[in-house]
């Protein structure tokens, strides 16, 4: 079963880190839905995007559903699911790899850096189509995310060399982080 969006799937999650990057998808419309069963009265669906690359699985939905989902988002996709329905997912998708996602939150937003002017700050879309000095696969990462939301760099010799972007829901947002190689573990982070 296919659905359009219905912000009722939204609103049915927590808005708490663990459900930032399917809300986001509800929330900005972004997110094709597969899979709603709502039997023994507890929700189960799939959110996709195929620009996005993400797959974000709530509940247990059915193996149609989410064989449907990967077929439609493609290769090189990723999947998000809650701890409590890995094992299920693994199951259906037996030569996928997982792992556990670390969620970190920031208790006092007071203990942020101070950042020298300059070091870090949002990139125009065309400047991100520029960055020629980039890997494709974090060239290819940067644009498309650009099209949704803003994307922030450490600068670097006047390079930008560290690149953030976030996804978001009300009230929370998760974040991308990026970094060159040759500018890893030099704490530009703190700058």
């Not at 709603?36 to 959110?47: N, P, R, Y």
């Not at 993400?54 to 509940?59: A, E, N």
């Not at 006092?108 to 020629?132: A, C, F, M, Q, Y």
């Not at 982080?177 to 530009?188: E, K, M, Y």
Request: a negative charge; glycine letters at 4%; one cysteine or more.
């Amino acid at each position: 079963m296919e659905t359009s969006y219905d912000r009722d799937f939204a609103m049915s999650l927590p808005d708490t880190p663990r459900w930032v990057e399917t809300r986001s998808l509800l929330v900005s419309r972004e997110g094709k839905i597969f899979g709603v069963d709502e039997t023994a009265g507890k929700l189960s669906f799939i959110v996709c995007s195929s620009t996005k690359k993400l797959i974000c699985i709530v509940g247990s939905p059915n193996q149609k559903a989410v064989e449907q989902a990967v077929t439609y988002v493609g290769e090189g996709s990723e999947i998000i699911a809650a701890l409590e329905s890995s094992n299920y997912i693994t199951q259906i998708l037996p030569n996928w790899r997982s792992q556990i996602a670390w969620l970190h939150t920031l208790t006092d937003p007071r203990k942020l850096p101070k950042v020298p002017p300059g070091k870090v700050r949002l990139l125009s879309t065309d400047e991100i189509g520029n960055l020629k000095h980039l890997p494709t696969d974090l060239q290819t990462e940067l644009a498309i995310a650009s099209d949704s939301c803003s994307i922030a760099a450490t600068i670097a010799d006047d390079v930008p060399v560290s690149f953030c972007y976030a996804v978001e829901t009300e009230t929370l947002w998760d974040i991308s982080i990026a970094t060159l190689a040759a500018h890893r573990n030099l704490s530009l982070i703190h700058i």
